[in-house]
């Protein structure tokens, strides 16, 4: 492995790892906190629910464009082109299937 | 918060889900609940037979079956669709709302485990970066393929697949722990190598990616089967790593646990747009999965590569067995 690289590795795996940390917590107690409320009321309350359902469901591009970050900041294009590929097809199915998905 | 904010289902397009919703809205007296088996929409009242299900049991059961899947889908690679889509669906519930807990149980296992496994230097973000071009690309156009294929044919052609990976492990249960010989230059000038901490070797395990093609074209068929049968497919990238590209089985799964949540966020957006998920089933078993993820991230240290093997071989031949009982009973039920 090239000198340096090992730094430039760390540096991405602590943003993407902390990101994916709080991002989880964060998803966690919301939903936990709407499981909470629908045990109690019997009806899930919209915006908790959903809060808490959408940043578990943001996540995964979220790591993708953090990784397109953190491979720009090194200069590492092929890497960043990577990213943007799959992040390309995840948001253009998405929105694709979100049209003509019904 | 005011009442109008609370709603009995949660599904965005709800003026779209006329059917479900006159199911639903037939049955509130228990009596006239559908009998077990029969797809129920969520709302209704649960029944077994002979045993009421309130719904705080309901979600303990939801609960513990997350839980098991996240703990499952944290140590070996896969997202948890396993025990999700099964449990579901003896629960009475209809088999779309399934596979919708199930994308959310993959991306809740995915999240939950990567953000250990990322920390702790395991998964192999090169790797998974690079792969997932080829995953993202591969379940969109399973998902575009999906209407023209038949069910039955595609769960028989990934149960075989899934049987030939198990026999793959079987026949070489120790073959990539170290495996030596040139890593494939591709791999060499994406410098895809690294080394993590093995914790119950006791010791760093460095590794080369070998075979780069064979696994890109893998992880794009694993990508198809994510589309077409809407899974996670970890059970399919997990052996593309560990036997076709020579990663060590924990460096597999970890970096697997990563990729899994985006290939299953390429077709998240139909399931929403269908009204597929459903706040009924997805955060009860969304909070277990993410609580279960977090305990076989724990748990994995303890585990010598040897065991997460076996443990993903009983996946496997479990997916696979389930496959053919899908397809039979699409054919023949």
Known sequence: ?102 | MPAADDVETLAPQDAQQAPLRADRAVPHRESDAPPFGEPRAPGAPYILPGVHLPPLLLNAVLLAGGVLAGTLGALVGVGGGVIVVPLVTLLGFDVRFAFGASAVSVIATSSGAAAAYVRDRVTNLRAAIFLEMFTTTGALVGALLQPLLSGAILSFAFAGVLGASALGLLVRPEATERREGRPSPGAQALRLSAEFEDPALGRKVRYDVHQLALGSFLMFIAGNVSGLLGIGSGALKVPAMDLAMGMPIKASSATSDFMIGVTAAVTVGIYLARGEITPELTVPIGVGVLAGSWLGTRLIGRLRGRWVRRIFMGVLLAIAAQMVWHALRRTYG
């Not at chain 1, 591009?61 to 953090?66: E, N, S």
């Not at chain 1, 890497?79 to 929105?95: E, P, R």
Request: hydrophobic share 60%; no cysteine; charged share 10%.
């Open chain 1, 1 to 102: 492995m090239p000198s340096g690289a090992p730094t430039a590795e760390a540096r991405l795996a602590s943003a993407i790892g902390h990101v994916l940390r709080w991002g989880t917590i964060a998803a966690g107690v919301l939903l936990l906190a709407a499981l909470a409320t629908a045990l109690v009321s019997h009806r899930y309350p919209l915006v908790l629910t959903w809060a808490g359902l959408g940043a578990l469901m943001l996540l995964p591009p979220l790591r993708i464009v953090l990784a397109a970050v953190v491979f720009g900041r090194q200069r590492d294009w092929k890497f960043v082109w990577f990213s943007l590929v799959a992040l390309g097809v995840l948001v253009a199915s998405n929105v694709a299937g979100w049209i003509w998905g019904k």
